[in-house]
């Protein structure tokens, strides 16, 4: 009797007193980096992020825990180097010892792990695709060098001249002008593929989604 009324007349006093937290409060605590405003004000997720924020966003600590787990992996997997026609049985010993130093050496600066780190950064944070200068080198034994390129500064060049392979493909904005890539220059990894854009959706910007999602609902 007695305890039965005292929670009651408690669940009555915390419905006319006490006022639930704002769902609000949400952005301001995990994302108020995304829109530079002050502490405390009221903040809500661009709905299309700018790849500099999608960038932020991705150095949080809860999204890059899974970021950086799937480029350590994958950036150490084991490889194998196979001939394109499961027929030809030639070794081509010479050919694969050239691919081999480039995948261990891509340039003078990074790494195996350094390089498909870099690549990946950009497929699973900014765009959902990576790209990479290829540079011919005068080194029969190391004949190219790769270089990775900031995936969000690459366009598509439209129209397409799809008769002749080094025609211009990509595009890129420089201090000194547009530079313009064949596709024997520039490679261009896409994630997924989509015929309707030319912009890759990654799996942090789906991810970004998901969370506005939530917040604004």
Known sequence: GDSINIIEKLRVFAATKLSP??????????????????????????????????????????????????????SRLPYVIEN???????????????????IESPNLVNSRVAFTKLILEDMLVARGAGAFEK???????????????????????????????NAARYAQQQPEGTKYFS?????????EYFTHEGYRVSPLMTAYQYVRAMLTA
């Not at 949400?26 to 709905?47: C, D, E, I, R």
């Not at 394109?84 to 480039?102: A, F, G, L, M």
């Not at 005068?138 to 969000?152: M, V």
């Not at 500064?153 to 002749?164: E, F």
């Open 21 to 74: 937290p704002s769902f609000a409060v949400l952005p301001n605590m995990f994302y108020n980096w995304v829109s530079a405003k002050t502490p405390g004000q009221h903040t809500m997720l661009p709905k299309n992020p700018s790849h500099v924020e999608l960038r932020n966003f991705g150095r949080n600590a809860i999204c890059r825990i899974p970021v950086t787990q799937i480029e350590d992996t994958i």
């Open 84 to 102: 394109v026609d499961p027929n030809d049985t030639r070794k081509y010993s010479k050919q694969r010892k050239q691919i081999t130093n480039i």
């Open 135 to 165: 540079v011919p080198c005068a080194d029969t034994s190391h004949p190219l060098y790769l270089y990775p390129t900031d995936a969000t500064t690459i366009q598509h060049v439209v129209p397409y001249d799809y008769q002749h392979e």
């Open 183 to 191: 596709a024997q220059q520039l490679a261009y990894i896409q994630k």
